[in-house]
């Protein structure tokens, strides 16, 4: 991971939002919502909570007398989140990082993270901090993005700004949120960090959107790809963008389009 590839700021968020989420993140967010509520938790931590996929899903299934502290380190994201939550009295917003988390040892019985993991320079440095705030016998529930060729949209997108910056293509969405799916890791970081009862579960969902542009959108405008893109060339972001929409095009169709998307779910016992 690069150092730029945590920072979700500027127009990111609202891009984020309004075009990232319902694209590849709703599906899975209600899918860690049904899990984290089977668990039937009091006190809720959720770190790397971005722009409240997952809050907004999970906080309807809480008890009226559950705790339920989000945090992210981007202010930013948590900033946009807040302004679409509905007043909720059991809500705190916290800014804090996953890898120094500002919470009392043994203080939540369930820690959720949706695609945030990819993202902590060190995993067993933030594992460890989830199993420290956790009661004993509490749940560590996340979901990683499994390899970039099960997730066919961010392929398509990387394929197509390879042939734009052929000397130096923009490789974030491979490196960093698709960078983090060997089970065979996800394990020994957990093990490194101390828990020992770990499941791990790998999930397709279908990614849809009403035209090929939107993803082309999505990518290139609603992630740090941005950035990547801007910092080869500032004049090129609409033409990357349309030649990403017209990858997915050719290989889709040019009415509504839908491909797979896959990730790892994990449960962790402390
Ligand atoms: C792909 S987004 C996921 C956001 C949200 N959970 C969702 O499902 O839409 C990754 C998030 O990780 C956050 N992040 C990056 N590094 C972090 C860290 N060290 N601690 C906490 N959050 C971090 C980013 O700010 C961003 O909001």
């Given at each position: 991971?690069?150092?730029?590839?945590?920072?979700?700021?500027?127009?990111?968020?609202?891009?984020?939002?309004?075009?990232?989420?319902?694209?590849?993140?709703?599906?899975?967010?209600t899918?860690?919502?049904?899990?984290?509520?089977s668990?039937?938790?009091?006190?809720?931590?959720?770190?790397?909570?971005?722009?409240?996929?997952?809050?907004?899903?999970?906080?309807?299934?809480l008890?009226?007398?559950?705790?339920?502290?989000?945090?992210?380190?981007?202010?930013?994201?948590?900033?946009?989140?807040?302004?679409?939550?509905?007043?909720?009295?059991?809500?705190?917003?916290?800014?804090?990082?996953?890898?120094?988390?500002?919470?009392?040892?043994?203080?939540?019985?369930?820690?959720?993270?949706?695609?945030?993991?990819?993202?902590?320079?060190?995993?067993p440095?933030?594992?460890?901090?989830?199993?420290?705030?956790?009661?004993?016998?509490g749940?560590f529930?996340?979901?990683?993005?499994?390899?970039?060729?099960?997730?066919?949209?961010?392929?398509?997108?990387?394929n197509?700004?390879?042939?734009?910056?052929?000397?130096?293509?923009?490789?974030?969405?491979?490196?960093?949120?698709h960078?983090?799916?060997?089970?065979?890791?996800?394990?020994?970081?957990?093990?490194?960090?101390?828990?020992?009862?770990v499941?791990?579960?790998?999930?397709?969902?279908?990614?849809?959107?009403?035209?090929?542009?939107?993803?082309?959108?999505?990518?290139?405008?609603?992630?740090?790809?941005?950035?990547?893109?801007e910092?080869?060339?500032?004049?090129?972001?609409?033409?990357?963008?349309?030649?990403?929409?017209?990858?997915?095009?050719?290989?889709?169709?040019?009415?509504?389009?839908?491909?797979?998307?896959?990730?790892?779910?994990?449960?962790?016992?402390?």
């Amino acid at each position: 991971m690069l150092e730029g590839d945590k920072l979700f700021a500027g127009s990111i968020p609202e891009n984020y939002d309004r075009y990232m989420v319902p694209l590849i993140f709703d599906p899975f967010a209600t899918d860690l919502a049904r899990r984290a509520a089977s668990f039937a938790p009091r006190a809720v931590l959720e770190i790397a909570a971005g722009t409240g996929v997952v809050t907004r899903a999970l906080a309807p299934k809480l008890a009226p007398d559950a705790s339920y502290v989000v945090t992210d380190l981007n202010q930013p994201m948590l900033d946009y989140a807040a302004s679409r939550q509905a007043p909720d009295s059991r809500i705190q917003w916290r800014q804090a990082d996953a890898m120094a988390l500002p919470f009392e040892d043994a203080a939540f019985d369930l820690v959720c993270c949706q695609f945030g993991a990819m993202f902590f320079p060190s995993r067993p440095s933030a594992y460890r901090e989830a199993k420290r705030v956790l009661k004993p016998g509490g749940h560590f529930l996340f979901n990683v993005w499994d390899h970039i060729k099960e997730n066919v949209f961010a392929d398509d997108v990387t394929n197509a700004l390879a042939r734009i910056f052929p000397n130096d293509p923009p490789r974030f969405l491979a490196r960093t949120p698709h960078g983090y799916h060997d089970t065979a890791l996800i394990r020994s970081d957990l093990a490194e960090a101390g828990f020992s009862d770990v499941v791990i579960e790998t999930r397709a969902e279908q990614s849809r959107a009403p035209s090929a542009r939107l993803p082309a959108v999505a990518y290139c405008r609603g992630t740090v790809l941005r950035t990547e893109i801007e910092a080869r060339d500032p004049g090129k972001l609409d033409a990357a963008t349309d030649c990403a929409a017209a990858a997915i095009a050719a290989r889709h169709g040019s009415g509504e389009v839908a491909a797979k998307i896959q990730a790892h779910v994990i449960v962790a016992v402390a």
